[in-house]
């Protein structure tokens, strides 16, 4: 059962990174401080909402390590390699760190709609605002600036990365309710009751 399960994370690790690098061919240049407005940031977010926080976490992982090699990840086909000396550097660390938050945040959800469709969007919220972090801290470093300036150049992101986020909660609300064992909420069969 254990080799199963791990199998199955394996599998699903797999299939949410090759998500995310075909998202890599789908990106918005803007002028402000050279950051296109990508997909792959929400689709990373929804790997943490959907897989769990620590899943989440190798998702991001294996991600960063497949463009650290050299492969082409991010947008506009560049590798990890050569995004580190560039003003993205911040978002890829974000990138590892935000579904993990977002998925141990949105793995305590109840089991009502409601409340698992709030719970998933501050998860997806809590993530995308660590990405923010992870990406002021970056602009900080590689293009001195402040890090009120850093923060204000998140400007132009923060309209579409929250229609992008509310599409992502709404993603990951439909595979929960599908899919319950993700998060080992098993289906309740009711119980027969014994006979006298």
Do not use: E, W
Request: with cysteine; glycine share 12%; aromatic share 8%.
């Amino acid at each position: 059962m254990k080799k199963n399960s791990v199998a199955l994370d394996i599998a699903y690790v797999a299939v949410f990174t090759a998500l995310i690098i075909v998202f890599a061919f789908v990106s918005i240049p803007t002028p402000t401080a050279g950051v296109p407005i990508v997909i792959q940031n929400a689709v990373i977010i929804l790997a943490g909402l959907v897989l769990g926080g620590r899943r989440g976490f190798f998702v991001g992982l294996l991600f960063m390590a497949l463009g650290l090699v050299g492969l082409p990840i991010l947008a506009g086909g560049r590798s990890a390699l050569s995004a580190i000396a560039g003003p993205t550097v911040g978002y890829l660390v974000g990138y590892i760190i935000a579904p993990a938050i977002a998925g141990l945040i949105a793995y305590r959800a109840p089991r009502n709609k409601g409340g698992m469709i709030v719970t998933l969007a501050i998860a997806g919220i809590i993530g995308l605002a660590i990405q923010y972090l992870c990406g002021s801290l970056g602009l900080m470093v590689r293009s001195d600036m402040s890090f009120g300036a850093a923060i204000l150049a998140q400007g132009p992101f923060i309209v579409p990365d929250l229609i992008k986020v509310a599409i992502m909660v709404a993603i990951a609300a439909g595979v929960h309710a599908a899919f319950p064992d993700l998060m080992g909420r098993r289906t309740q069969k009711p119980q027969l009751q014994a006979q006298n």
